[in-house]
């Protein structure tokens, strides 16, 4: 079985790409089992750049074809905040709830409409130096009032869909990854990882 890198440690991320891409014979491994390896430089102005920079880096170090995201949320009424910084939003220390309080405290008093968001992932996948593929995936929301629902990580449980009327936190695995930024980037992404691994004859079942 092929063996990708999927360069993240965290491990609702890599859950939610495992069960999008389990049709496809790959083994998934993850930056949890290489502890060792230095961290990837995030210095990119763009979500595009930073998956860029990360799948480039952790191809390099492993020696494995890596498959990055840098995803992030885009808020109207804070001029697209916090966006490329949307894992740091808070603080470095990457928590999600610091994350989530800050948005709320940011737009408190905002009325619904004005409060239209989206989800963005860019996906970028890699053997060393150099990028064989590229892809994206948007979601459109708002963003509620008050935390709901308790799927999902990071700030899935301020993100509403209006026409459900419930958060991604509220949403089944499967519903979400119907419809997710990262859903949406992965399902573009994975005929083109099928295509190079034919084009390599490195694809095996």
């Known amino acids: 079985m092929n063996e990708l890198l999927l360069a993240t440690k965290n ?13 496809m014979p790959l083994l998934w491994r993850s930056l949890a089992e290489f502890p060792h390896i230095p ?7 763009t979500l595009a750049e930073n998956a860029r920079l990360k799948a480039l880096h952790y191809s390099a170090v ?3 074809p890596t498959l990055a995201d840098d995803s992030g949320l885009e808020v109207d009424y804070l001029g697209g905040a916090p966006g490329v910084h949307s894992a740091r939003y808070a603080g470095p220390q990457q928590d999600s709830a610091a994350n989530n309080r800050k948005l709320l405290a940011a737009l ?21 130096g150099e990028i064989l593929a590229e892809s994206t995936g948007v979601l459109e929301g708002r963003i509620a009032d008050a935390p709901r629902g308790a799927g999902g990580f990071g700030y899935d449980p301020l993100f509403v869909l ?11 695995p499967q519903q979400k990854h119907a419809i997710s930024h990262r859903g949406q980037a992965l399902r573009a992404m994975l005929p083109l990882i099928e295509q190079w691994l034919w084009a390599t004859g490195k ?3």
Do not use: H
């Open 62 to 64: 492993t020696g494995l």
């Open 11 to 23: 491990p609702g991320k890599l859950r939610e790409l495992q069960e999008i891409a389990a049709p």
């Open 203 to 205: 694809y095996r079942d």
């Open 39 to 45: 961290d990837a430089p995030e210095t990119g102005a």
């Open 162 to 172: 209006p026409e459900l009327n419930l958060t991604t936190a509220e949403l089944t």
């Open 108 to 128: 408190a008093g905002v009325p619904p409409q004005q409060r239209t968001a989206r989800f963005r992932c860019s996906m970028a996948f890699a053997q060393p």
